[in-house]
């Protein structure tokens, strides 16, 4: 398994998470968790993926979902899961 | 599991406190690159380096972006070159500042020399070099360690340094005499040090390493911004979790790139190291403790006390910690030192008691143009008495900016930042410096 965090950050509107995952669905990209809050009005979506069996590079996938972010006007990042980890635990 | 806070809060650490790796540092060996004459080996070391390096900037900017968090600089540190030249050392530096622009780095140290306790006759070759050297290269840095604890100052090597960084000075005068900025004189110079301009590849290392600093002042302000108030116990408890997770993420970064690049990690070194952009001052974080501006009365103990929770935080966190770690102090790239320093409250007299407890000395400080090469030489023998006998290290980084006079200001641009002119005490010590010889090493017993 090679996990992965992807951050969504932005003004809420519908269709968010439909496109997020529609994006992942298409580079064969596992959805394992999701969270969402609404944080003074911003909009924040925590999915932790896996990439394992997506054929792309890490870079491809980063680079398609930022794009995916810029049409429907959030933030979308992708983060290896391990640097959190490494912050958060001993 | 990590919980949600737990990565917003990393997040928020790089997105908007400026967390970053500041630079994955490879050091090699140029030992073996010895030959019978400087072009010989100036193409050896090129040829070396940029076989060894060849990836080290696409392993970087991969980690950057697989982790999301910058890594700001990819550079080189090399033997001293000193070990390796002849009778013209210029030569070798073309070379490594060649290789250096091959490879995609932005600088590369190690054209200095360890003269601490006397000279060869390729490290006076090479000192006399270092002007012209330094004024007609782009990515070459260098040093030169004059003293340390167990061999004393060596105060002929402190006298010429004087001079050098003055002709350096003066030979750059058109770009704010620049040159200088990429000189470092140390006493107890480390040999695993990632940071420029003062990194080389000592002689007790490995063939090739990779080492990486850490930063983040601005995740320790906001950190603290938190506890404002509270009693010290809890700003130093707050600094020391910071520390800790700034420092992870150096771990992850110098084990995954050792692994990419297929050469052994070697330190992490969990420096707190400023950049001119606002919220990314160790200047701020001496603010946030309760100070009106560093320089203030307490600015010493804040510091003090910043240090070391930085270490100790930083030391759990990594399998090895090495090179400078601690908060620097460069005046002109940390917006708070600059603000203090244009305020006339923070003064070289006050920057110097501060380089007994920080990390490593004076850095990036912009002086009048017609300092004299004695003053400046005075100023490194103060700084590296305070390095030996307190057994640390410690460094002058000095730009006599020709032309200028206390109170205007140099800019060097992007990472070295801006500065204004410092006034510097020119009460005369000619005789003092004339003297030359070597002030012995200091006692280990009876320490008061």
């Known amino acids: 398994m090679q996990k992965a965090l992807v951050s969504v950050t932005g003004q809420d509107k519908v269709g968010i998470i439909a496109k ?4 992942l669905y298409e580079q064969n990209i596992n959805i394992l968790e999701i969270s969402q809050t609404i944080l003074d009005g911003c909009f ?9 069996e997506a054929p792309r590079t890490f870079q491809q996938i980063a680079g398609t979902l930022s794009e995916v972010g810029r049409q429907i006007g959030v933030t979308v990042n992708i983060q290896r899961m391990e640097l959190f980890a490494a912050m958060h635990r001993i | 599991m990590i919980e949600a806070n ?20 490879m050091g090699i060996n140029l030992l073996d690159c010895r030959k019978n004459t400087d072009t010989e080996t100036a193409e050896c070391a090129y040829e070396k380096i940029t076989r060894l390096a060849r990836n080290l900037v696409r392993v970087g900017c991969d980690l950057e972006s697989e982790l999301g968090v910058p890594i700001v600089n990819k550079r080189l540190s090399v033997t001293p070159v000193s070990m390796i030249s002849g009778a013209n050392p210029a030569a070798i530096a073309r070379a490594l500042d060649q290789a250096a622009g091959d490879v995609g780095v932005n600088l590369i140290g190690g054209y200095g020399a360890l003269m601490h306790k006397g000279s060869t006759i390729a490290e006076d070759i ?35 340094l004087g001079a050098i960084i003055k002709e350096i000075a003066l030979r750059t005068a058109d770009a704010e005499s620049f040159g200088c900025a990429k000189l470092v004189v140390f006493a107890n110079a480390v040999e695993d040090n990632p940071f420029m301009a003062g990194a080389f590849h000592g002689v007790g290392e490995p063939e090739c390493v990779v080492n990486v600093g850490v930063s983040g002042p601005g995740v320790v302000q906001r950190a603290l911004e938190a506890v404002r108030g509270e009693p010290f116990d809890v700003v130093a408890e707050t600094i020391k979790r910071t520390a800790f997770k700034i420092t992870r993420v150096g771990e992850l970064v110098a084990q995954e790139a050792g692994k990419r690049l297929g050469v052994p990690f070697g330190i992490v070194d969990l420096s707190l190291a400023p950049t001119p952009a606002r919220g990314d001052s160790v200047a701020y974080i001496l603010k946030e403790m309760g100070l009106e501006m560093a320089g203030a009365p307490g600015t010493t103990a804040a510091l003090a006390m910043l240090n070391d929770m930085v270490k100790k935080g930083g030391v759990m966190a990594s399998s090895h910690v090495g090179g400078l770690s601690g908060a620097f102090i460069p005046v002109s790239e940390d917006i708070g030192m ?37 003053t400046i030489a005075g100023i490194i023998a103060d700084e590296a008495a ?3 006998v307190n057994n640390k290290t410690t460094a002058v980084r000095i730009i ?35 003297r030359g010889g070597r002030i012995p090493a200091p006692l280990h017993s009876l320490r008061n």
């Open chain 2, 400 to 434: 006599p900016a020709v032309g200028k006079k206390a109170g205007d200001t140099v800019n060097f641009g992007g990472l070295f930042g801006f500065a204004p002119i410092m006034k510097v005490n020119t009460f005369n010590n000619d005789a003092f410096i004339q």
């Open chain 1, 20 to 23: 997020v995952s529609t994006s």
């Open chain 2, 386 to 388: 305070i390095g030996v």
């Open chain 1, 44 to 52: 924040t979506m925590l999915m932790i993926v896996d990439l394992q």
């Open chain 2, 6 to 25: 737990e990565i917003l809060q990393t997040i928020h650490m790089i997105q908007e406190q400026h967390f970053d790796i500041r630079t994955i540092t």
């Open chain 2, 338 to 374: 600059i603000e203090a320093a244009a305020a006339n409250c923070l003064t070289i007299e006050k920057l110097e008691a501060m380089t007994c407890v920080c990390s490593v000395g004076l850095d990036m400080i912009a002086i009048p143009g017609d300092t004299p090469a004695n």
């Open chain 2, 126 to 160: 090479l000192l006399e070099s270092m002007p012209e050297v330094f004024s007609t290269t782009n990515r070459l840095c260098g040093s030169v360690n004059v003293a340390s604890t167990r061999s004393g100052i060596n105060m002929d090597a402190v006298r010429r």
